[in-house]
């Protein structure tokens, strides 16, 4: 077993990714992701990394590299955020609908404008139905476990398709964190070479990136698309023999005390770490709370948060990212979406909270609570609100 | 081959939409759309080969008189052969007539 440090998160991400000894690594820098793709620039420079480290004059490049050396058979990584990702959207829906398993870490940080360096999901919320696998990182070690897992996911036969590791851009990516790191020896074991189901190669040409005329569009699409949904297999699967090798289980959806609850928060990424606290106090204060967190954002694990959320009467639904005319908030659509019709299906309250940097602290958890309390008495004249904004 | 014979099923389509065999696009009749076709005038053509060089699908061959004969199964109509001729004998007309 590996050794316990104390480190900042994007250190950890960047060495977890030198453990799994990618072949090329090719990316632009973007706060908050400038630290891990910063740190791997230096391991490959400094020799411990035998890899192709591309300084890419955008991220648009990043992402068309990434497909090149994917395409040519080789283990590839970027990360990026907000900015950085909109440039690059281009390149990776061609990413995924060409199958190469490319890993991604979005370091998540709001989009402009007005500019904001700061933390949401806007950014990944902007690239929901991109046809990658989307994890959501809580803390550090699972940026670190979630990201070696990813590898081991996308290029699985069954699978071959990229990942995103998304991870909370500095509440998450720039804290310094106890981090369990895995030996190489470990990592070794748990994850294989990589061996691609086609590749660029002179003496056994094939065709990549071809036109899809009507007739092959659609087919093309559904394919994909049941490809990412039959992935949810082989990451369940992955997460199992992960917990195997290393001693720490993941699972889609994790539930906390939920097993009594009335009403469940439902958060994704590093806020969840608050929420628990804050269930925790009002647990303290006799209220039937708990806390279910979706790990698993795409494919998008129905059967997993269906069972997840038990018999709970109502659902306060956290959404990091506001879809401007939308009818909810991203997760609030999926969810409402999920379970409409569903009998003994709970009632669902959507917030939006913590965007674009604002603190979400424990008061606005009993916010949402007091609120989630008094529309469960009184239906609420809006599908969703917008939790600290000042009305004035 | 045309278009509608190579229609297949989503479980059929090979991994990422890849064409697998090099050099398959020979297989398909190319041209079935084209709105116009090149017919040619041989008392008016010399044979100078301006149709063959400037046609940008390949589609014209030699044949045993000399003359270079348009295959329509790949031509797609484009009318370059008759706006290049320098003898005016290549007239398109339309797929219809």
Not at chain 1, 29 to 46: F, G, K, M, R
Not at chain 1, 72 to 80: E, I, Q
Not at chain 2, 30 to 50: F, H, N, Y
Request: charged content about 25%; proline content about 6%.
């Amino acid at each position: 077993m590996g050794n316990r440090v104390g480190v900042e998160v994007s250190i950890a991400v960047a060495d977890a990714v030198k453990l799994c000894n990618v072949d090329v690594i090719a990316a632009y820098p973007i706060t908050p992701q400038t630290h891990i793709v910063e740190h791997l620039s230096e391991i490959v420079a400094d020799g411990h990394l035998d890899a192709e480290f591309i300084p890419v004059e955008s991220e648009h490049a990043a992402m068309s590299c990434c497909c090149g050396s994917s395409a040519a058979g080789a283990r590839t990584y970027t990360s990026t955020s907000s900015q950085g990702f909109a440039l690059m959207s281009e390149i990776v829906y061609i990413a995924s609908s060409m199958r190469f398993p490319i890993v991604m870490n979005v370091a998540n940080r709001a989009l402009s404008g007005p500019i904001s360096i700061w933390n949401d999901h806007s950014d990944i919320m902007a690239h929901r139905d991109i046809g990658w696998i989307q994890t959501f990182a809580e803390n550090g070690q699972e940026a670190v476990d979630l990201t070696i897992h990813a590898f081991k996911v996308a290029e699985n036969k069954k699978v071959s398709l990229p990942v995103i590791v998304n991870l909370d851009g500095f509440i998450c990516s720039h804290v310094i964190e106890p981090i369990i790191m895995p030996t190489q020896e470990e990592v070794d074991a748990y994850l294989p070479p990589f061996k691609p189901i086609y590749k660029l190669d002179p003496k056994k040409p094939v065709s990549m990136g071809t036109v899809g005329i009507p007739e092959v569009y659609t087919e093309a699409k559904v394919a994909h698309n049941e490809a990412l949904k039959a992935s949810k297999r082989v990451i369940l699967d992955e997460w199992k023999k992960f917990g195997e090798m290393f001693g720490r289980y993941y699972n889609a959806v994790e539930t906390y005390k939920t097993e009594d609850a009335e009403i469940i928060f439902v958060t994704m990424g590093s806020i969840s770490e608050t929420a628990m606290t804050a269930v925790d106090g009002m647990r303290e204060k006799g209220e039937k709370v708990g806390l279910v967190r979706i790990r698993l954002w795409r494919p998008f694990p129905n059967a997993e948060f269906k069972k997840a959320i038990g018999k709970a009467r109502i659902l306060a639904v956290l959404d990091r990212a506001l879809s401007p005319g939308a009818v909810n908030g991203p997760v609030g659509s999926e969810l409402k979406s999920l379970l409409y019709k569903v009998p003994g299906a709970p009632k669902i309250f959507n917030f939006i909270a913590g965007l674009g940097g604002r603190d979400m602290t424990l008061e606005r958890f009993n916010e949402i609570l007091e609120k989630t309390k008094l529309y469960d008495k009184k239906k609420p004249t809006e599908n969703y609100e917008v939790i600290g904004v000042r009305e004035l | 081959m045309a278009v509608k014979d190579a229609i297949i099923g989503w479980k059929q389509l090979p991994h990422g939409c890849f064409v697998l065999e090099p050099g398959n696009s020979e297989k398909f009749k190319t041209g079935d759309w084209k709105s116009q076709r090149p017919v040619l005038d041989k008392e008016k053509c010399i044979k100078c080969a301006m149709c063959w060089i400037f046609c940008p699908e390949m589609a014209y061959t030699k044949n045993a008189e000399g003359f270079y004969i348009v295959n329509l199964d790949y031509c797609k109509g484009c009318g370059i052969c008759s706006n290049e001729c320098p003898k005016d004998a290549i007239s398109m007309v339309p797929e219809e007539a």
